[in-house]
Every structure is written in structure tokens, then in C-alpha cells.
């Protein structure tokens, strides 16, 4: 437990003291209001010479008009960021972000304003008025001028026992001050969930926002996983086949380091773009990836082996479909420099005109009948498949030929047929 003490005079209960203060301070333009409509209510009376009952009308009338203008859109939010600060209520969702949906969100969060400042001009009024008073009782027995006053003979303190009671009355007021500023404001803490809490639109649209973050965090993830695991693949072969030849082919050597060169180079490149947008929470929509007018650099990377076949114009492709069709080669290389044993691998890029697609087939042979696929792996061709779903395409991959000793990727992409999704 706290101790008194702390509860009262506490940074929460002082916080929380705050926002009673700010609740009052945005009050007095429609108690100036409700001031004005009182005033012409009983024939034209000063505004602020009435007594307690003209104060409380005016407090009365100015409570609906707090409760209409909060119907605007950056009444929640205001209001969330300042419950946040100053009730101390964490930010783990329990009060929701953005305006108010809906008719049930809109009339709690009028709840909520108008109940915040109606106790805020409460506790307000008390802290300007109750304070000096206090200090005044407890001042009076130790001053002459003070008992001599017309204040002390009207309120009857004139008699010495009641002026030196002034000293724990005025600090029993004091605490009750204290008392009431600290009990208002945990009851707003703990009405602020409820009030200010997620309706079950708000609870959708977070949900959506979560997911729409997530794909894009899949994107991104798979972005990588098919640039820098082509890329270490590449550059494996590369490295352990110029090493096999090392004192008997230099030329192959030499084409071997370049190609390692331009793999890792171009791999750095996209790897630091998309590390970027991982840092810095951003998706702009189109994700960094290169396109086919980029294969040529790709194949150089992978080596001799790998003999590519372009039939069309691939400037005709769209770009969604394009750099789509760029990471589906790239990962079929990848397959491929793992199973194929150094045998030649054949990749060959069709434009069909009468059915308006893009057609991608590589082939590599299965030395062997090696398995295809390792304990656990498999992950790049469900991008394939992936990819091509989402574009509206087919892909297919397995076994082929007449013993099926040749492994084949198939993929056929519409080119008018994108979906948002394929960026």
C-alpha cells in the first residue's frame, strides 16, 4: 500500500491534479457562456455579481455545451493523450487512438469530456478559493491586524479559542483539498478505459493496422530471403568451383571472382534498402526489387552453367509483374545451384501474346536422383507459388522427363490481371 502522504502529494496525484486544472481551464469559455444566458435568464443581472446559485446556473448551462463540442473529431484524442500524461494509464491499449467511431464511442467520449470538466471546474474553483482562505484562518491568531479586521467579526472570529482553532481547521482544509483533488482524479483514471476504451471499429481497425504491418513485414522478409539466399548460394558455387580449378583454369577463375563481385555488390544494395524500411517502420507501397531488364547481371552472378532463353519484348511486362518474375527466376537459380550438381541449368522467358501471360520454365538436371529438397527447406518455391497467386498465376515444380531425372519450375503470370498485393 502507499502511504497517505504519498497519496495525496504524490507526482500521480499531483499529475492527476493537473489535469483536474486543465478540465477547469477549458471549461470557463462555456462558463462564460452559461454566465451570459443566466444573466439574461434573470432580467439582465451583473454576470459575475450573483451569489452561489448564479455560479451554479451558469455551471449548469455551460455542461451540455461542453458535451455538443466534444462530438468533434479531435475531442478523443486530445483527450487520450492527456489521460495518458497526466492519469498515468500505461499505453497497452486500453484507451483507444484517432476519433471516435460510431454513435456508442462518440457519446462515451462526450461522457468523458463533460465529466472531466464538470469535476475539473469543481476542483478548480476550490483550489483558487479554498487555499487562500485556509491560510488566512490559520494566520489569525498570530495577527493583530487581522482580528481587527471586518472579515473576522462578520464570520464571528473574534473570539480567541475559535481564532487559535484556525490552525488545524486551516490545515484540515488544506488535506481536504488534497483529499479531493486526489480522490477526483483516481475516479478519472479509472473511468478513462471505459470511457475512452476501444470500441469493437476501433478494435478492427487496430487489427487491420497490425495486419497490413505484418504483411508488409512478410514482404520484406521474403524480399531478403530471396535476395540474400540466391546471392550466398551464388557466391558458394562460384567460390568452390573457381577453387576446384584454381591451377588449371585462370580465365575461369577471374570470371568467377567478378561474378562474386557483382553478386555480393548488387545483393549489399537491395540488403541495405530493405534493412531501411525495416528501420524505419515505412512502406511506400513498392518494395525495392529489380526487374527483368536485370537478368542478364543475375545470370553472369550464377555462373557458366546457366543458359537463359528470352523470347519478347520484356519491356511489354508490367512492372508489379516484372520484378515478381525477377525474384521467381532468381529463386529458381537458387534451386537449382543446390540440386543440380554443376550440370547446366536452362531458364527460358516467354511472352504468350494470344493469352496475354508470361511464361517462366527452368529446367536442371537431377544428378543421381538426388533428393530435391532439404530436411526443413522448401520455403523458396512457397514464395514461388506465393508470388504467382498473387499476380493471378499458376506455378508448378517437380520431377520431369521420362524417368523424371530433370527437375522443372513452371510459372505462368497474366500480365493484366495485378492485384495490390504484388508490389
Known amino acids: 500500500m502507499r502511504p497517505p502522504l504519498s497519496s495525496l502529494l504524490g507526482r500521480r496525484a499531483r499529475l492527476r491534479w493537473v489535469h483536474l486544472i486543465l478540465g477547469g481551464a477549458l471549461f470557463m469559455p462555456y462558463w462564460l457562456v452559461g454566465s451570459v444566458v443566466v444573466a439574461w435568464l434573470f432580467g439582465g443581472q451583473a454576470m459575475f455579481g450573483g451569489g452561489l446559485s448564479t455560479q451554479f446556473g451558469a455551471?449548469?448551462?455551460?455542461?451540455?455545451?461542453?458535451?455538443?463540442?466534444?462530438?468533434?473529431?479531435?475531442?478523443?484524442?486530445?483527450?487520450?493523450?492527456?489521460?495518458?500524461?497526466?492519469?498515468?494509464?500505461?499505453?497497452?491499449?486500453?484507451?483507444?487512438?484517432?476519433?471516435?467511431?460510431?454513435?456508442?464511442?462518440?457519446?462515451?467520449?462526450?461522457?468523458?469530456?463533460?465529466?472531466?470538466?464538470?469535476?475539473?471546474?469543481?476542483?478548480?474553483?476550490?483550489?483558487?478559493?479554498?487555499?487562500?482562505?485556509?491560510?488566512?484562518?490559520?494566520?489569525?491568531?498570530?495577527?493583530?491586524?487581522?482580528?481587527?479586521?471586518?472579515?473576522?467579526?462578520?464570520?464571528?472570529?473574534?473570539?480567541?479559542?475559535?481564532?487559535?482553532?484556525?490552525?488545524?481547521?486551516?490545515?484540515?482544509?488544506?488535506?481536504?483539498?488534497?483529499?479531493?483533488?486526489?480522490?477526483?482524479?483516481?475516479?478519472?483514471?479509472?473511468?478513462?478505459?471505459?470511457?475512452?476504451?476501444?470500441?469493437?471499429?476501433?478494435?478492427?481497425?487496430?487489427?487491420?493496422?497490425?495486419?497490413?504491418?505484418?504483411?508488409?513485414?512478410?514482404?520484406?522478409?521474403?524480399?531478403?530471403?530471396?535476395?540474400?539466399?540466391?546471392?550466398?548460394?551464388?557466391?558458394?558455387?562460384?567460390?568452390?568451383?573457381?577453387?576446384?580449378?584454381?591451377?588449371?583454369?585462370?580465365?575461369?577463375?577471374?570470371?568467377?571472382?567478378?561474378?562474386?563481385?557483382?553478386?555480393?555488390?548488387?545483393?549489399?544494395?537491395?540488403?541495405?534498402?530493405?534493412?531501411?524500411?525495416?528501420?524505419?517502420?515505412?512502406?511506400?507501397?513498392?518494395?525495392p526489387a529489380p526487374r527483368l531488364d536485370a537478368l542478364d547481371a543475375l545470370v553472369r552472378g550464377a555462373g557458366r552453367h546457366v543458359e537463359l532463353t528470352v523470347a519478347g519484348a520484356l519491356d511489354r511486362v508490367p512492372d508489379a509483374v516484372s520484378r515478381e518474375a525477377y525474384r521467381i527466376v532468381q529463386e529458381g537459380l537458387t534451386n537449382a545451384a543446390r540440386h543440380a550438381g554443376g550440370e547446366r541449368v536452362s531458364a527460358r522467358i516467354a511472352l504468350d501474346d494470344d493469352e496475354d501471360e508470361l511464361e517462366i520454365v527452368m529446367e536442371n538436371p537431377l544428378p543421381g536422383r538426388a533428393p530435391v529438397t532439404r530436411p526443413g527447406g522448401g520455403r523458396g518455391l512457397r514464395g514461388v507459388g506465393e508470388r504467382a497467386r498473387l499476380l493471378g498465376g499458376t506455378s508448378s515444380a517437380g520431377p520431369a522427363g521420362p524417368s523424371g531425372e530433370v527437375w522443372r519450375l513452371a510459372v505462368r503470370l497474366p500480365l493484366g490481371r495485378t492485384t495490390g498485393g504484388a508490389r
Request: glycine share 8%; aromatic share 4%.
Open 59 to 287: 455551471y449548469a448551462v455551460g455542461l451540455p455545451l461542453a458535451a455538443i463540442t466534444s462530438l468533434f473529431p479531435l475531442t478523443r484524442p486530445m483527450s487520450v493523450a492527456a489521460a495518458r500524461a497526466l492519469c498515468g494509464i500505461a499505453d497497452d491499449g486500453r484507451l483507444a487512438d484517432g476519433p471516435a467511431r460510431g454513435r456508442s464511442a462518440k457519446a462515451r467520449t462526450a461522457g468523458w469530456f463533460t465529466l472531466h470538466l464538470g469535476v475539473g471546474a469543481l476542483v478548480s474553483g476550490a483550489t483558487l478559493a479554498l487555499p487562500p482562505f485556509a491560510v488566512t484562518v490559520m494566520a489569525l491568531p498570530l495577527s493583530p491586524s487581522l482580528q481587527k479586521s471586518e472579515l473576522t467579526a462578520y464570520w464571528g472570529l473574534h473570539r480567541p479559542w475559535v481564532q487559535w482553532a484556525g490552525l488545524p481547521a486551516g490545515l484540515l482544509m488544506l488535506l481536504a483539498l488534497a483529499a479531493v483533488a486526489a480522490g477526483a482524479g483516481a475516479f478519472l483514471a479509472r473511468q478513462a478505459p471505459r470511457l475512452l476504451g476501444p470500441s469493437p471499429a476501433d478494435r478492427l481497425a487496430a487489427a487491420e493496422r497490425r495486419a497490413a504491418e505484418l504483411a508488409v513485414r512478410n514482404r520484406l522478409a521474403r524480399e531478403l530471403h530471396d535476395s540474400v539466399g540466391h546471392a550466398l548460394s551464388a557466391v558458394t558455387l562460384q567460390a568452390s568451383a573457381a577453387r576446384r580449378v584454381l591451377d588449371t583454369d585462370v580465365e575461369f577463375v577471374r570470371e568467377a571472382l567478378a561474378a562474386i563481385e557483382e553478386t555480393t555488390r548488387r545483393t549489399v544494395g537491395e540488403l541495405d534498402t530493405v534493412l531501411g524500411l525495416l528501420r524505419d517502420g515505412e512502406d511506400d507501397g513498392e518494395l
